[in-house]
């Protein structure tokens, strides 16, 4: 399965960025939002499993798990649309069931949870207004609206014959029109192109830049590791894992990389490396390509490319795979189908 | 928050064309239609005729008497034959078999008195009683005019004096149908219409808002609302008053159109149908939320509220007046919001009630609203919270 990501050259994203400086700046101050022990079942069914997390102000968090998992129940229970078997919620270190409290927070739900006999300025308007904007602020916030999604020329036009991409930017737009400080976001990247994928995360990333503070569920694991600073695993109920990316790999399937080598011609019989680089022969007779694992590349790729000239092959071309989050997310919550 | 409910649901029926339609036009239509069918075409003023033909089996002077007297009663409209030759029996009984005329009366000797056979259609039950009546009292003034004309000469009143008129000169005005109502006004028929077709399209239109509830619930639009600082009683209540104010203008429509082509009084009735009307709508915005927070799905609502408004509409009067019911069904229709409704439009239009007569009316409609609204509410908890 080739589901791996060329590393050869170890991207600096823009996430690591936003982590480096959240953790020197707001790691005194509380939590945005706060998870203690938070239980849910549906009758025999344990949705939710004391589950405990926290972010903390203008951190990114993406929240993972297979099909029913308890993702969108997590959301759910957030919002205050699920009530909560036990545990307990805080948003800026005060309870969220406190007067106001949920103000703090934005849904972005799954579907397109729009109007689409509405205009998108008609749309913007009426959820600004049911987020408690005055008439004034609520239509200076459409305006902002309109800009940051790119749709000011079709800010009269019906949504319902809107693209796809365009209904989820209107549908983003309508869960941040009170500037929330926590944006919770349930698959927002849902069928929709390439194009509109990379709109959305730009208009995410102007969000984060002003400080607000999200936590999205997806299936998408790239968008995930690109867009988050922390990932979080949910399975069974239960937060399974918890850290960025290099910690969860470091964690789960270890940090060694996958090497795959061709060679000049196909190979006459296995070839015998070094013992540290593999104690077994490596390659199949009658191929041209050698594949095998190595802990670390600065010290053994130079090593293993020479042991490989000295079996009398030349090198032709060399590909070193990193562990990627599709494994680390297989690793630890299995291949079974989760048909919910 | 109630405000912008209501503004959000006016602008959806704004971009909508065909539900502005169905809201406005079709109920028009639909009136128009029964109103044409039923009051005997557009501005007709009268008390509709019973068709029928008579066969004079006795051929005496009573009988011939008797006969003339029917053919000129107002009430009834005689039918001739085509061959100008005198009906038979058998005839009569075909063409009344065949719907062709309402009724058939068959003047016989009864020893040296007339009798008359009324053949009838037990269909049409309001007619058979109505001819029954106009027909004894003929009897009665033809025998009169038969044997006893001395008596009257004998006692005859002198020009100008006060007392009992002379057969003979009351006799032009014995069977004039007397209508104590009706005098003066539209067909009975159109302003009863009127109201029957608004109040079924206004339960429809009820129904519909109310399934404008259950596609936000199904497209989670709904969740979405309710994770802002609207609460349900704000949603609940913005769409009861969003749809009310729709369903007064719908009746408001409606009967301005009857006053401009089938002359019902509106403007001088204003008071008591702006009353009735406002709290006809109240509740059946209620009626409809209640349907939709009961359903599952939009498709669930639909197959339900077609079925129970069509029904409500046929026992409740909408359809036809529960006067041509039997009591017994009289009464179930009291069950049902039509009956009340209509029942108040027509003490205003027809019976020219005051207000204050309106009150049985107005407070079932009320009360049964203000029930039919708590209970969507309750029914609505589920959708808060799992």
Not at chain 1, 302 to 311: A, G, I, K, Y
Request: aromatic letters at 6%.
């Amino acid at each position: 399965m080739e589901t791996c990501f060329v590393v050869c050259i170890h991207q600096v994203t823009q996430a690591q960025h936003f982590t480096d400086e959240i953790l020197t700046s707001a790691v005194s101050e509380p939590p945005v939002l706060e998870l203690r022990d938070v239980e849910k079942s549906f009758g025999s069914l344990h949705a939710l499993n004391r589950v405990s997390f926290s972010l903390r102000g203008g951190e990114a968090i993406a929240l993972l798990g297979p099909n029913g998992a308890g993702k969108t129940t997590l959301i759910r229970c957030i919002c205050g649309l699920t009530r909560l078997d036990r545990g307990t919620m805080y948003v800026l270190g005060n309870p969220i069931e406190g007067d106001g409290m949920r103000r703090t927070l934005g849904l972005v739900p799954q579907e397109i949870a729009l109007y689409g006999d509405l205009s998108t300025k008609e749309n913007l308007y009426a959820f600004a207004r049911f987020n408690g904007l005055s008439r004034r602020a609520a239509r200076e916030r459409v305006r902002w609206a309109l800009k940051w999604t790119g749709l000011e020329q079709r800010a009269s036009d019906l949504v319902g014959y809107f693209s796809g991409g365009m209904k989820r930017r209107v549908n983003l737009a309508c869960g941040v029109m009170h500037s929330p400080q926590v944006l919770l976001l349930d698959e927002p990247t849902v069928g929709v192109d390439p194009q509109s994928r990379e709109r959305i995360f730009e208009m995410l990333a102007e969000l984060r830049k002003e400080g607000t503070t999200i936590l999205l569920t997806t299936h998408q694991l790239d968008e995930a590791e690109k867009q988050s600073d922390r990932i979080l695993i949910l399975d069974h109920g239960r937060i399974i894992a918890d850290g960025s990316k290099s910690q969860l790999v470091e964690q789960s399937v270890g940090a060694s990389r996958l090497v795959r080598i061709r060679v000049d011609r196909p190979l006459t019989g296995p070839l015998r490396l070094r013992n540290h680089l593999s104690e077994t022969p490596v390659g199949r007779v009658g191929t041209d390509i050698v594949t095998t694992r190595i802990d670390d590349v600065s010290q053994h790729l130079s090593e293993l490319l020479h042991s490989v000239r000295q079996n009398g092959y030349d090198v032709s071309d060399v590909e070193v795979h990193a562990p990627s989050l599709q494994h680390v997310f297989l690793h630890l919550t299995g291949n079974e189908l989760r048909d919910d | 928050m109630i405000w912008t409910v209501w503004q959000v649901n006016l602008r959806r029926l704004l971009h909508n064309p065909m539900e502005l339609l169905l809201t406005f036009i079709v109920p028009i239509t639909f009136f128009s239609i029964f109103a044409i069918i039923f009051g005997g075409g557009v501005g007709i003023g009268s008390t509709p005729k019973i068709k029928v033909i008579a066969v004079d089996q006795w051929e005496s002077d009573l009988s011939k008497a008797l006969v003339d007297d029917l053919v000129e009663n107002p009430g009834l409209r005689f039918m001739r034959s085509p061959s100008e030759s005198k009906y038979t029996t058998d005839e009569a009984k075909e063409l009344v078999r065949r719907g062709s005329v309402g009724m058939a009366l068959l003047v016989q000797k009864d020893g040296d008195r007339v009798a008359v056979e009324l053949l009838t259609d037990s269909s049409d039950q309001v007619a058979a009683q109505v001819v029954t009546a106009i027909v004894t009292q003929a009897i009665v003034e033809a025998e009169i005019k038969q044997h006893q004309p001395i008596r009257f000469a004998a006692t005859e009143i002198p020009a100008g004096a006060a007392g009992p008129q002379p057969v003979s000169s009351a006799r032009d005005e014995s069977v004039r149908v007397v209508d104590v109502i009706g005098e003066g006004k539209s067909n009975p028929v159109v302003s009863m219409y009127a109201a029957g077709i608004a109040v079924m399209f206004l339960l429809f239109g009820a129904t519909g808002g109310g399934g404008a509830l259950l596609e936000e619930r199904e497209n989670q639009t709904l969740e979405r609302l309710l994770s802002t600082q609207l609460s349900m009683d704000q949603l609940l209540l913005g769409k009861w008053f969003y749809m009310t104010a729709i369903g007064t203008l719908q009746m408001l429509i409606m009967f301005a159109w009857a006053q401009l082509v089938f002359g019902v009084d509106l403007i001088g009735h204003l008071d008591g149908f702006l009353i009735m009307t406002l709290v006809t709508a109240l509740a059946a915005s209620a009626f409809g939320l209640l349907l939709a927070t009961a359903c599952r799905t939009r498709g669930q609502l639909s197959g339900i509220s077609v079925v129970l408004v069509l029904t409500m509409s046929a026992l409740g009067g909408s359809m036809v007046p529960r006067y041509v019911m039997s009591e017994s069904l009289q009464q179930y229709g009291l069950c049902t919001f039509n009956a009340w409704a209509l029942d108040g439009f027509d003490k205003v239009f027809w019976r020219e009630l005051p207000v204050e007569a309106l009150a049985p009316q107005l407070a079932v409609l009320l009360i049964s609203g203000i029930v039919m609204l708590l209970a969507a509410r309750l029914l609505a908890i589920r959708w808060e919270m799992d």
